[in-house]
């Protein structure tokens, strides 16, 4: 078998392409799963049995079955339901930002634990509402600590994202097998697919790193 190197060379701009959308559904999808996170987070360790419950039952929901059968089931399912037809962009962000911010949930959750309960009392002590408390004193602390499993979360989601290519969305896996079906280059491309892949992770990851060492430098001054 011989390596066709001209093939990368013409199908990477192609790739890069596929990559940017990539890069976008994952930012978007962590960007949303954040804010679904944040709330579900606190949700989860509400004192109220009801906002509580429907909390867990997101959580355990989402991360007990595959991000494969979300995505089919809001872009197969879900119209059923709403007689409409859903864009695979909608579907593929609404899929994959659901499944990101049941994980960000329990990342917060965790992160708003691990801070003593004195900060809170202190806060009250001071007047503040329990609101004003989280938002202030609690939350920023928090979100010092989890920086690393935040990172963790969105580099799954980059590579998770490539589920998305079973409703025919072209991110970087489905750009590779257009390519792939229409040369039969499949060593080649997918050799490129995967070297993208690592080059956008090993980015990511430097740059939680970066970041962690960064807030810590902070605290100690």
């Not at 949700?43 to 509580?52: E, G, M, P, T, V």
């Not at 003593?116 to 004003?132: C, N, P, V």
């Not at 070297?195 to 740059?207: G, H, K, N, V």
Request: hydrophobic letters at 50%; aromatic letters at 12%; charged letters at 15%.
């Amino acid at each position: 078998m011989n390596f066709d190197f001209d093939l990368i060379v013409r199908s990477f701009p192609l790739l890069l392409l596929g990559a940017g959308v990539t890069l976008q559904i994952s930012l978007l999808s962590v960007g949303l799963g954040l804010i679904i996170g944040m709330f579900v987070g606190i949700a989860r360790l509400s004192r109220i049995w009801a906002i509580k419950g429907l909390a867990t039952v997101y959580v355990d929901f989402i991360r007990g079955t595959p991000l494969l059968v979300q995505i089919f089931i809001i872009y197969f399912a879900l119209p059923l339901l709403v007689g409409q037809r859903i864009d695979p962009f909608i579907a593929a962000i609404t899929a994959c930002s659901i499944n990101s911010g049941a994980y960000v949930a329990e990342i917060f959750r965790a992160g708003i634990q691990s801070i003593d309960r004195g900060q809170m009392e202190a806060g009250r002590s001071l007047g503040m509402t329990w609101a004003q408390t989280m938002r202030y004193i609690i939350l920023p602390q928090a979100f010092k600590r989890i920086i690393p499993p935040l990172g963790n979360e969105f580099i799954a989601m980059l590579k998770d994202s490539s589920l998305v290519s079973v409703i025919g969305f072209e991110e970087l896996t489905r750009r590779g097998q257009l390519i792939i079906a229409r040369t039969y280059g499949s060593f080649e491309i997918w050799l490129t697919v995967a070297f993208i892949y690592l080059i956008m992770t090993l980015t990511i990851s430097r740059l939680v790193d970066y970041l962690e060492r960064r807030y810590k430098i902070d605290d100690k001054h």
